[in-house]
């Protein structure tokens, strides 16, 4: 059986002072659970900080919020799936929302940056969702498969069992609006069968979090909703205890 994954994106907060502190007040609060996975999205400059600080607790992962598509070179700003993987991140987000709807980032580079971070031996976590626009047109799920066909369409299909994926519906992203529990049942069994499609055999080991305004109140319902099989967590993951307490639901 898929362990849950608990999954905290820090988005732009906790720099490494913060993030120090956090993850020492984090640790000494939550003892380790080997039944499941859970994963620190901290900005890149405080990557390594978040890295050291967790000590080698082997129940405590670490992942970077964004890679270029290319492993080096004139790209200023940018960070790479090698270099990521030398500041000790496991994981790469891929298409996070607010990459391609603040950013601009096209579908056709979020394939290549799962490619780049399968390359550079980092695990991608592709972000699918649809706008508020589509889900009232109708086309949320041409919307979501489309995502994801396209953000996949350079992996093997080894590197597709390998990796996760994270629905996250851009009106539910920061708004305080959670699908409700049937909403995202329905999208996630669409990407389930789409994945098992694809690998054509069970795509079983490949776990589809959900994420939009999850808190310590409704994690419970969330993870116990058939096809969610983890939680990424924007607002609620930076705050101490609400986290320790969705990561113990
Ligand atoms: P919120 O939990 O703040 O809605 O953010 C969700 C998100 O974008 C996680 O990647």
């Given at each position: ?12 907060n ?18 380790p ?21 967790l ?23 940018e ?35 799962c ?21 009232e047109?109708?086309?949320t ?12 369409s350079?992996l093997?299909?080894d590197?597709?069992?390998s ?73 609620a ?13």
């Open positions: 059986m898929r362990r849950p994954v608990l999954a905290a994106n820090w988005k732009m906790n720099g490494p002072t913060a993030a120090r502190a956090f993850i020492a007040a984090f640790t000494a609060r939550w003892t659970h080997d039944d499941r996975t859970v994963i620190f999205f901290p900005p890149a400059v405080a990557l390594t900080t978040v890295v050291h600080a000590g080698g607790r082997r129940d405590l992962d670490v992942g970077v919020q964004n890679i270029w598509t290319e492993d080096k070179g004139a790209f200023t700003g960070n790479s799936a090698p270099m990521s993987k030398d500041a000790g991140a496991r994981y790469a987000l891929v298409g996070h929302s607010e990459r391609r709807h603040v950013f601009g980032e096209t579908e056709a580079q979020t394939a290549q940056k490619a780049a971070a399968v390359r550079g031996g980092i695990i991608p976590i592709l972000c699918v969702g649809e706008l508020l626009a589509q889900r047109a109708g086309t799920n041409d919307i979501v498969l489309r995502q994801l066909e396209v953000g996949l350079e093997s299909p590197a597709i069992a990796m996760a994926i994270a629905y996250e519906p851009v009106w539910a992203i920061g708004t305080g609006k959670t699908a409700t529990p049937s909403d995202a049942s329905t999208v996630h069994g669409a990407i389930r069968s789409a994945l098992d499609k694809r690998l054509g055999k069970s795509s079983g080991d490949v776990p589809i979090l959900y994420g939009g305004s999850v808190n310590a109140g409704n994690a419970k319902s969330l993870l116990s909703t058939p096809g969610i099989d983890g939680l990424l967590v924007g607002g993951s930076l705050d101490v205890e609400g986290w320790a307490a969705i990561c113990d639901t």
